[in-house]
Nanobody
Framework: QVQLVESGGGLVQAGGSLRLSCAAS????????MGWFRQAPGLEREFVAA???????YYVDSVKGRFTIFRDNAGNTVFLQMNGLKPEDTAVYYCAADDTNSRPYNSAGKYYYWGQGTQVTVSS
């Protein structure tokens, strides 16, 4: 099975940058579509970004131009580079991997494996 280990969260001032990473391991990890979701207190979990197994990226409109999702050369680690952070980006960020299904990239139901979450806090 696929296992995900996240890192890179932290506290940053508005306008700063963070890079989140998600290390994937398992027999199907290199064929997985990968996504990032976030959840702020009291709110629903929302889609942030995804990258297909063919390295096509997808983003929610609110992060376009600020966030970039990409893989390492081996395809075993997925990153979310976050620039120009805003207080409204504060949330727990989760990475996720699918099981080779055809559901939309922005739907949480597409993803079968989830990381533990990493806290991102952006101060004003």
């Amino acid at each position: 099975q696929v296992q995900l280990v996240e890192s890179g969260g932290g506290l940053v001032q508005a306008g700063g940058s963070l890079r989140l990473s998600c290390a994937a391991s398992g027999r199907t990890s290199t064929r997985s579509d990968m996504g990032w979701f976030r959840q702020a207190p009291g709110l629903e979990r929302e889609f942030v970004a995804a990258i297909s197994r063919n390295n096509i990226p997808y983003y929610v409109d609110s992060v376009k131009g600020r966030f970039t999702i990409f893989r390492d050369n081996a395809g075993n680690t997925v990153f979310l580079q976050m620039n120009g952070l805003k207080p409204e980006d504060t949330a727990v960020y989760y990475c996720a991997a699918d099981d080779t299904n055809s559901r939309p990239y922005n739907s949480a139901g597409k993803y079968y494996y989830w990381g533990q979450g990493t806290q991102v806090t952006v101060s004003s």
